[in-house]
């Protein structure tokens, strides 16, 4: 009874590190995407809290997951006023692991 339960805790643990992971391949993807698409200045920093990840399911499998990130990015017009813009990507999960960022396909900037 105790190797079973060593086994499945074992199980959680690993599994909870993966979706980790693979959260921070988005966010990371995300980041990318959000300079390339806006053209911001190579280097543009983001704050975490500003980035929020929501993940779905679409299907049975672990493929078929797909991730909505919102993203907000904080700017100032000419007279000095902060302006905030949320943007939405949505991102479809097409590789087994999704450990790298080719696991992953932008289906939409918002």
């Known amino acids: 009874m105790q190797k079973l339960a060593f086994i499945l ?15 921070k391949v988005v966010r990371e993807l995300a980041k990318k995407d959000a300079v390339e698409k806006l053209q911001l200045p190579e280097g543009t920093k983001f704050i975490e809290e500003h980035i929020e990840l929501t993940e779905t399911e679409t299907g049975e499998a672990s493929i078929g997951i797909t991730y909505i990130v919102k993203v907000t990015v904080k700017s100032q017009d000419r007279e000095g006023n902060e302006i ?5 990507l949505n991102y479809k ?8 960022p080719e696991d992953y396909e932008l289906i939409s900037f918002e």
Request: with cysteine.
């Open 9 to 23: 805790i074992t199980f959680l643990l690993v599994s909870c590190s993966l979706d980790n992971k693979q959260e």
């Open 84 to 88: 905030l813009k949320t943007y939405t």
């Open 93 to 100: 999960k097409i590789g087994e692991d999704g450990l790298a």
